[in-house]
């Protein structure tokens, strides 16, 4: 890829489309690997990037007080499907 401008405007726009699908890609499957801490249907993937991002960052961090809480323990695994809520 030229790193001149040349007066193509598409070429960069569909690369800035591609990555921010690829990023979005991403955050999905975040929010998929978290779905035991809070459901992720749907409707949830409908929304912004923004919104997901807001739900990872809370998860996220439920997960990281629960293994705070478990640090003594062996087997964090084990401690935090007695801590977390699930959704099943």
Not at 6 to 35: F, K, M, Q, T, W
Not at 56 to 72: D, F, G, K, M
Request: net charge negative; proline share 2%.
């Amino acid at each position: 890829m030229s790193s001149t401008f040349e007066g193509d405007l598409i070429r960069p726009l569909g690369l800035v489309i591609l990555y921010c699908g690829h990023a979005e890609r991403e955050v999905d499957n975040l929010l998929a690997a978290l779905s035991n801490l809070e459901s992720f249907d749907n409707a949830k993937r409908r929304w912004t990037v923004d919104q997901k991002l807001v739900t990872s960052h809370n998860s996220t961090s439920a997960l990281r007080v629960a293994e705070r809480i478990c640090s003594a323990k062996a087997d964090f695994s084990v401690c935090a499907d007695a801590i977390l809520p699930t959704n099943r």
